[in-house]
């Protein structure tokens, strides 16, 4: 489906573009007439903005910052970002959910960098508010069909030999309110539910190894210490594979709200089996059909029935600059910032459309590129020419699947779903510069 085209000739800063997708001719009528719009032209200038500004502060005078001494070290003893960052914060809205207790708010996508996220901007989502475990009171108990029933102290899990690993995390429900249409005007909204940073901990099968697994144990169940008790059956091969129970994210130990003292990391998995505040795993046989895996996080079927265990989260993409968040502000080189991400293994290669899927563009993906990790991407060539304009992201990772469209996944799962909408995101680019998210059919 994705026959590649040759690369541009060699010096060209055209970036390589790839054939459009079968279905894109329904759209020519509607992107008619959108003229240079769609093209990827040659990097011009970049224009310095001329942003509000005291010219007492501006060359080549001594700015006020200047000309006195700043306050001293351990002012903040815990830095915060600088004030006039204040506004980058993680969001909620308020109509989705009836109490903050059960509830979920969103990571700033649009103003971050990378791939890494910043650990007080790693979105929220509890059935129970958050826990908040005395780390000497903190246990963890292995049980069920094993030869030797542990419990661990938190000190007791920081014994064991140590590792580093990156991982996104998305819930299934990201994306959710826009299976039947565009509906949130933020990136922050439409797909904040994820986040991606640095996990240390020991290896889930170190400590059943401890355990010893007894040779028919084939399902975990997994449990929180907070007020839902939330639990997940987990198969045994996963556990051995690459889970970790970890205390630390980014390098310092986890938030209250990531799970503080302990959570289980389940990379590449849906968020809601990664559980936080971590307090018991029982082995046994089979899978235990728990609320999360039975009445939730299943995925409704047109024809009634309902998919379940669908743990695997699919390759997906968005552009996270320009969004509705970053309207363009002036017209001429813009570079397409966005991230991509798959619970199966690496990104392969990003495609960026400007003008609704008639012509792809191969985006430079940016190191580092780690298996179920956000990848970084850009389009770097673009300039806007102040027409109206159709971004769109595709993501397609090292397995092969390609990132659908919305309607293409419609076709498949229906319109009853919440969970799984990994479709190709949509920002139209009004002449105003303003960008909405709109859905195109
Ligand atoms: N673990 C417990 N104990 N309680 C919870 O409510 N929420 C789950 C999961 N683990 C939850 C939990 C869900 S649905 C998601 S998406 C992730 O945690 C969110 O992790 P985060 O809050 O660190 O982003
Ligand atoms: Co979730």
Redesign the pocket.
């Known amino acids: 489906m994705n026959k590649t085209k040759p690369p541009a000739k060699p010096g060209s800063i055209l970036p390589p573009s790839v054939d459009q997708p079968t279905d894109a001719g329904r759209r020519k009528a509607l992107l008619a007439g959108l003229g240079a719009a769609g093209g990827v032209a040659a990097v011009g200038l970049i224009t310095p903005t001329r942003a509000l500004a005291d010219p007492a502060n501006l060359p080549p005078n001594v700015a006020d910052w200047s000309k006195v001494l700043g306050p001293g070290v351990d002012v903040a003893p815990y830095g915060m970002p600088s004030k006039f960052e204040k506004t980058v914060v993680r969001r909620y809205v308020d109509w989705l959910t009836a109490t903050p207790e ?1 509830s ?1 708010n969103f990571t700033p996508l649009y103003a971050l960098d990378g791939m890494v996220t910043p650990n007080g901007l ?7 508010g958050v ?1 908040e475990v005395i780390p000497d009171d903190y246990r963890l108990m292995i049980h069920g069909m094993v030869e030797r029933p542990l419990v661990f102290t938190y000190q007791d899990l920081k014994r064991f030999p140590p590792q580093s690993r990156f991982y996104f ?6 994306g959710g309110m826009e299976w039947r249409g565009a509906q949130l005007n933020g990136v922050q909204f439409t797909h904040g ?1 994820v ?1 991606c940073v640095q996990y240390t901990g020991v290896p889930l099968r170190t400590l059943l190894e401890e355990a010893g697994v007894k040779p028919k144990a084939k399902w975990l169940l997994v ?4 007020s ?4 997940r059956s987990l198969p045994l091969d996963k556990a051995l594979d690459d889970c970790m129970v970890v205390y630390s994210m980014n390098g310092e130990r986890l ?1 209250a ?3 503080y003292p302990i ?2 990391v389940v990379p590449g998995f ?9 307090r018991r795993i029982e082995v046994g046989d089979g899978a235990w059909m728990a609320r ?1 895996e039975t009445s939730k ?1 299943t995925d409704l079927m047109p024809d009634g029935r309902a998919r379940r265990f669908t743990w695997e989260m699919d390759a997906k993409s968005v552009i996270t600059s320009p969004c509705p968040e970053l309207p363009c502000k002036q017209k001429g080189p813009q570079v397409i910032k966005g991230i991509a991400w798959s619970g199966r293994g690496k990104i392969a290669r990003v495609d960026v459309t400007v003008d609704g899927g008639r012509n792809w563009h191969q985006a430079r993906l940016e190191d580092p590129v780690l298996p179920k990790c956000l990848t970084r991407f850009y389009l770097d060539g673009w300039s806007w020419d102040g027409n109206p304009a159709y971004l769109q992201s595709r993501a397609i990772d090292e397995t092969g699947y390609v990132q659908p469209e919305m309607a293409a996944l419609q076709a498949v799962r229906g319109v009853n779903s919440i969970y799984h909408n990994n479709a190709i995101q949509t920002w139209r680019i009004n002449p105003t510069g303003e960008v909405e998210n709109v859905r195109l059919a």
Do not use: P, T
């Not at 790693?122 to 129970?128: A, I, Q, V, W, Y």
């Not at 849906?270 to 971590?278: A, S």
């Open positions: 059960s979920i790693c979105f929220e989502r509890h059935h129970g826990a995390l998305e819930c299934a429900a990201n539910m986040h449990e929180g210490g907070d839902a008790g939330m639990n938030r709200e990531q799970g959570r289980l849906e968020g809601n089996m990664w559980v936080k505040w971590l999360e996080y």
